[in-house]
């Protein structure tokens, strides 16, 4: 019998909050944001759009470039797991949580669109275009026409 496993979520939406970067007690990064993600369905009298609420949690590099180039209403693309939590409240009661633990996140607004985010970059210098490592985010650089394509 196959032991077959997979947990995987890609979701894109907006944030509904500024992103705050936060410290473990052993320094670990770590940074918890919300984003609301349009879901539409057709009903029988037309198509309607309903948004859901998914929130988000980062780590460590992730959590960082979370933190630093998006900001409440930033367009976000995530990629990661889904993990459950449950814990006791201080009544005694039995709470759960299911949360999307960010393995990257992506840029999708492009560069005008992202406005403060990209403007606070220093000059000259090449704003990630995505990346959980920031080390190994590919470099790509502007092109002028179709015309200068390889394909």
């Known amino acids: 019998m196959s032991n077959f496993n997979l947990n995987k979520v890609i979701l894109g939406g907006r944030l509904t909050a500024d992103p705050e970067l936060k410290q473990t007690q052993a320094g670990v990064p770590v940074v918890s944001f919300t984003i609301a993600v349009n879901r539409r369905f057709q009903s029988k009298e037309a198509a309607q ?8 949690v980062a780590w460590r590099a992730t959590a960082e470039f979370v933190s630093r180039f998006f900001h409440k209403g930033s367009a976000i693309c995530i990629s990661g797991s889904i993990q459950n939590r449950s814990w006791t409240d201080q009544q005694g009661q039995k709470r759960y949580a299911t949360d999307i633990v960010a393995d990257e996140a992506f ?15 220093e000059a000259g210098a090449a704003t990630p275009s995505y990346s959980s490592d920031p080390s190994s985010a590919p ?6 026409s179709d015309d200068d394509l390889p394909f």
């Open 49 to 56: 759009t309903q948004t859901d609420f998914f929130n988000i």
């Open 107 to 121: 840029f999708v607004d492009s560069r005008t669109e992202m406005g403060a985010a990209a403007a606070g970059s």
């Open 139 to 144: 470099s790509f650089e502007d092109m002028k």
